[in-house]
């Protein structure tokens, strides 16, 4: 499976569009582009995913460009309960047998 | 969907002892992982399972490690002579059913080894 990278930090005003961005220049062309995040002590929560189109769930978008080289997570109005380390992940149809999660980006929601 | 469940929460044990893990999936998920987690670092694939069957380890599997999903239903990942190396979160997921997209985690099992 393709790797990613991330930024390993970044802030976000309370209230404010929360926008992480993920490259995953090698990325083939049936690997799905996932997200998942993790809060402190618990098990990573899925949030979205997608293969070309633009995704938007109830709790956040996802946009990937056009050549897939790179997508961007969006969370509308960042909560507190919003700080975690988000994992951006690509993955073959079959399963996660091969994926990477990295070390993701940490978010820091500030009131 | 009572989400997946991790047993225990928390273990301490002396380096050299054997340790043994449970999950429990979501009841209709055929397939499990198992994942190990270091301080900072991402979730690292060790195992996995369809069914009864397991169709996949990791390298960082070593022969120390052994695991099982009898009857597909619950797993078990066992450690023997335990290393220090070897404390960390162990995160057990399950897929399937009708969402066969998505992993569900448990809240995973803290190993520390003394």
């Known amino acids: 499976d393709a790797k990613t990278t991330q930024p390993p930090s970044m802030d976000c005003a309370e209230g404010r569009a929360a926008n992480l961005p993920c490259n995953h220049s090698t990325i083939s062309g049936n690997e799905y582009v996932y997200w998942y995040r993790q809060i402190h002590s618990q098990g990573p929560q899925y949030i979205i995913h997608?293969?070309?189109n633009n995704e938007t769930n109830e709790m956040a978008s996802l946009i990937i460009t056009e050549d897939r080289k790179s997508s961007t997570l969006i969370l509308p109005h960042a909560t507190l309960r919003d700080t975690a380390v988000y994992y951006c992940?690509?993955?073959?149809?079959?399963?996660?047998?091969?994926?990477?999660f990295g070390t993701g980006t940490k978010l820091q929601v500030i009131p | 969907d009572t989400g997946v469940s991790q047993d225990p929460r928390h273990k301490i044990t002396k380096r050299g002892q054997n340790v043994t893990f449970r999950c429990d999936p979501i009841s209709e998920h055929n397939r499990l992982y198992w994942y190990r987690q270091t301080l900072g670092q991402g979730p690292e694939f060790l195992t996995y399972?369809?069914?009864?069957?397991?169709?996949?380890k990791s390298r960082l599997l070593s022969d120390r490690f052994s695991a099982e999903r009898p009857k597909g239903s619950f797993s078990t990942l066992e450690i023997q002579r335990t290393e220090q190396g070897d404390s960390a979160m162990y995160l057990c997921a399950s897929i399937g059913g009708t969402a066969n997209e998505k992993l569900f985690f448990g809240s995973g099992t803290q190993l520390s080894v003394l």
């Open positions: 992940i690509v993955r073959i149809p079959e399963g996660y047998q091969k994926v990477t």
């Open positions: 399972f369809q069914n009864e069957a397991q169709l996949e």
């Open positions: 997608g293969l070309k």
